[in-house]
Each structure stands twice: as structure tokens, then as C-alpha cells.
């Protein structure tokens, strides 16, 4: 299961994925806005059916990814429930893994959402009243297993502990991390700034420094600070602000939430 | 006492628990697609497995004996290089049985149609289908920190029961070793190459383990822990990090959904139970020094790690019952005198 906060220009929504279904809820909790329950086919499945990966885009639309391939787009009201179902995106062949907004300015022809699966297919998207495809990157085999977009970049982080950018408009592969020993499991970005942190099974958690010249359209990545959690496999990390000044981590059996 | 059982008995209880896990109807029940079941459900089944045989246990041995193969297997699980490597340790654990029944062509046959249906179901999984297995499993074991003694000793788990993940040695096979960053031009050429250290110390895997009927698995995980007789102690302390989350599992009234018991009375009914002939008495296993030390362990057990085994005849339907009460009526066997 997941949950995240959906950041709408209107209200701010958390939502959860749970076994077979999607749930909405005011970003007090206090009240269930919406459920929706994932479509399982008839015949026993040799595999489950989830939903995973949840993004908010395009100003009043909510994503959500599924165990199918299949995103669902909901279209939110700025108050109230009347939540609806406003278009299934069916473009991936393969679970869902993770899904993301742009979070800084997307140059022109660049899209505003990418969607991520098992594959390590990324799709690229326009977002609006229909999404439109606008690029496919085909998976070479190891899953993406979280990704994320800033100013056209695609930071995406793999089962095999690499982290690769690529370049949103042309599909182009800019940069290949040796990052991790382990699986990625968490990618997250300070938009301020182009922050990017890595968490993953290996029990590190690295910072590094996405920069892109507007000039030479170089596009680089640094790396800026290690912190190793010793004996425990990251599964979250996030920054805590939007300058990637503090962020915090957490891990398999661990009760604590750890900030740095 | 283990050490009043002769090495016919010790070959009896192996082939007898052996035969009845593998058996064709069990494996059938247990390749089928679904859910994952409770802790409770999979003490019962653990239950009646180690009871297939002549060996016997009480409650505080067998508790001791769970508590050691969910440690382990946590452990197996946890330290997985790659999510696919689960598989190459289940493959060690055959490896291991087969080799406890090497000279009964029967059970040996039926491990290897076991196999063979693993290699089917499994072998062709992704990395994803294989990380959600993982994950699935790791959910099973989490807030689970008994100490084992075989494990502290070999530094592998510390005094607090968490075990030890080292930052060393071989990566996966298909990760590099972290620390190259390469910069690729829009026109997709390498135009830069730069390096970061960290603490880690790794280095490149040598080869893959095989994943064919036959061949050298390269992870230990999942090889024989006692190949070499070893203690079997283990540290149960009596503080929960999460005594909310326990102390619900244990209050809900009708403990089992009722596909849970459909699907346990299914696998149960499958588990052929040998019965000791006329003459023969049965052995029972004590894990711990001495029949005080075993029954003090039973009454201080703390609350929250008592594993609640189901009592399959307390269900309210009629017809349910009357099925279940047919099946334990033929695992029924006869208390060794």
C-alpha cells in the first residue's frame, strides 16, 4: 500500500492505495472524498491486482497507476466529492511502478508527467482535459522502480541500483549513475534547488546535484553526501522542504523515522 | 531425548516428514494462486508437518522450533542480493533435502517433480512479479526479532535481534559496483566520466547461480545452518516495539476468514500422516536442556509471541464442521505410548 499528498492548486487530498483499490481523503483525514475498487478479471489470477504509483498533474487531475499497466486519471472537483474517473491511459504493458509531475518548467514539447513500470518503459505525457503521449523510452529489462521530472529531466532510479537521466523531449539518455549496491526503492527531488535523494536496499541514502545549462544543454549530475543507515534497507526518502535542506528516511522494520 | 533416538529412527522422521511435504496433493494446494495466509494458519500447517512422523513435540519446543525457521527464513529473505535470488534459495533448500533422502529413489522423485514445478512457475517471473513476492514476505516477518544463538554468533544478527546487513563484498549479479557517473551528450556520446566513494566495499560477482535442476547455486543463503551440529538456542525477550499491532491480531474473535479455512482443511486433508505400527512408541523431541527448562520456557512465554495454533473443530458451521471433523478424524494417530 501507498499513500501521498496530492498538492492541488484547489486542495490538498491524501491518497491511499491498498489492496484491489484506491481511496481519497481530506488532507485533515477527517473525511473519505472518493473510493474507487480496481477491476479484478474472472478467472482466478495467477497475479494480483493493485494499484501503485499516485501523482497530482496537470492543476486538477489525479493519476494513479495500476497492477494492469493501466493509469487512471481522476478529475478532482476543487471541493466537495464528485470525483470522476476522466480517462484510463493505457500505454504500459507492465505494472505501474511509479508516476511524476513536473516540478520545476518544462521546456517546450517536453510533457508534464512521466509514468513509470516493471519493464523500465517510461511514457511521457501532456497532460489536460486528454493526455496525450508524447514519448515512450523502452525498459532495457531491470524494473524503474521510482522516478521523477524537473525541468524536463527524467531522474529515474532502477532494481539494479542505477540511477539514469534522460532528457524528456527526445527520449535521450544523459546521464548512467552506478549509484546503489542494492534495489532503489525511493527517488525524490527538491525543486528549488534540483536536489536529488536516493534511498535504496543497500542501507544508503545519497544526495546529489541535478543541474542543467541552458546554454550548452549540458545536462550533469554530482554527487554531494552519503549517509549510510547501518544494517537497515531504505525504503523511503524524502526531503523535507523544497530546497533539499533536511530530508528524512525510513526503513524496513524501522519504527523511527530518521531526519537529516 | 535426541540422543536415546537411533540413526533408523532419525532416517524414519526425515523420510516421513520429507514424503508428506511433498507429497503431490499437498504441493498442488500450495502452487495454486493466493493470498498469502495468517501466522496462524501457517503454525498450524508447520504444526501438523512436524508431527507427520513418530517425533513429537510440546509446546514450548515446537514454539522454539518455529521461532527458529521464521528467523532464519526472515533472514534468507532479507539478505537476498537480487529479488530473483529467493528462487536460488529455495533451489539450496532442495538441494539440501534431496540430499537427506539420496537413497529413496521414491521421495527423491517427487522432490524433483517439485522442483521442476518451481522452475515452471517461477523461473520466467521479472524482476518486479519477484521484488512483490519479497515484499510481500518481508510484510509477513516485519517487527519479527527473536535472537537466535547460531546467528549472534556468527555475527550475522546483533544483540538487539536485527540482523547484521553488510556494506561489502559482491554486488547482485547485474548491478555494478557504485561509484561511476557517466555524462552522455543530447547526441547520446559519452562525453564525461567522474567517480564518488562511499563507505561501501564492494566488488564484482564472479558468476551467476543457476537456476537448471542441477548446478551451483553460488549464494549460500538457504545452504544447511546445521551441516555442522550447532546449538539451537533462542532469546525471546518479553518487550514488543509494536504491542498495538499484536495485541489486535490476537483480539479479533473469528480469527480465520472462511476461504482460509476452506484452504486449510483442503491442504491438511492432503498431508498423509504415517501411524507407528502396533508395537512401535514414539520419540519426543525436546529442544531445550533439560523437560524443567522446556516447561519453564511454556509458562513464561511472553503473551505477545504466543502463537495461537487454530483449533480447526471450533468452527460454527454445520456441514463445514462435520467435513473437517472427516478429514482429522484420518490424520488422527495414535498416541505413541
Known sequence: SQAAWCELPSRVLLVLTFQRGIQMYESDGSTMVFWHALHVPEQPAAHSVFARGIAAAGGHFVCVGTSSGAVLVFDIPPKGTNVTLSEILEQHQDPITDIAAEQG?????????????????????????????????????????????????VAAGYGNGQIRLWEAGSGQIRAQVSAHARWIYALDLAPLTGKLLSGAEDSFVHVWQLSRDPDTDGIEIQHCHAECVTDTQVCGARFCDPAGDTFAVTGYDLSEILCY | RVDEWTDVDRKRVMNDIISAMFKRNFMEELFKAQDLYSKKALRTVYDRLAHTSIMRLNQASMDKLYDLMTMAFKYQVLLCPRPRDILLVTFNHL??????????????????????????????????????????????????????????????????????????????????????????????????????????????????GSFELYGDRVLKLGTNMYSVTRPVETHVSGSSKNPAAQAKENLVPNPLAKEELNFLARLLGGLDIQKPAG?????????????????????????????????????????RRAELSRILGELEVTEPR
Open chain 2, 95 to 208: 538441494d539440501a533435502i534431496k540430499d537427506f533422502i539420496s537413497d529413496s529413489p521414491g521421495i527423491l522423485n517427487q522432490v524433483d517433480e517439485t522442483f521442476r514445478q518451481l522452475m515452471e512457475t517461477y523461473n520466467c517471473l521479472s524482476d518486479g512479479e519477484f521484488q512483490l513476492i519479497r515484499q510481500t514476505l518481508l510484510i509477513f516477518f516485519q517487527d519479527m526479532h527473536i535472537r537466535v544463538s547460531i546467528f549472534l554468533k556468527d555475527k550475522v544478527q546483533n544483540s538487539n535481534g536485527r540482523f547484521v546487513l553488510p556494506i561489502s563484498g559482491p554486488v547482485p549479479w547485474g548491478t555494478e559496483v557504485p561509484g561511476l557517473i557517466r555524462i552522455f551528450n543530447h547526441k547520446g556520446v559519452e562525453v564525461k566520466r567522474s567517480e564518488f566513494t562511499t563507505a561501501g566495499n564492494y566488488i564484482t560477482p564472479q558468476r551467476e
Open chain 1, 105 to 153: 518548467q518544462a521546456p517546450d514539447g517536453a510533457g508534464d508527467l512521466v509514468t513509470a513500470d516493471d519493464s523500465g518503459t517510461l511514457c511521457l505525457w501532456s497532460t489536460g482535459e486528454e493526455f496525450t503521449l508524447l514519448g515512450k523510452i523502452p525498459g532495457s529489462g531491470c524494473t524503474c522502480s521510482s522516478v521523477r521530472l524537473w525541468n524536463g529531466i
Open chain 2, 279 to 319: 508395537g512401535e512408541t514414539g520419540f519426543r523431541l525436546n529442544l531445550f536442556t533439560t523437560d524443567e527448562e522446556e516447561e519453564h520456557a511454556a509458562q513464561t512465554r511472553p503473551e505477545e509471541l504466543s502463537y495461537k495454533v487454530i483449533n480447526i473443530e471450533a468452527t460454527q458451521e454445520p456441514g
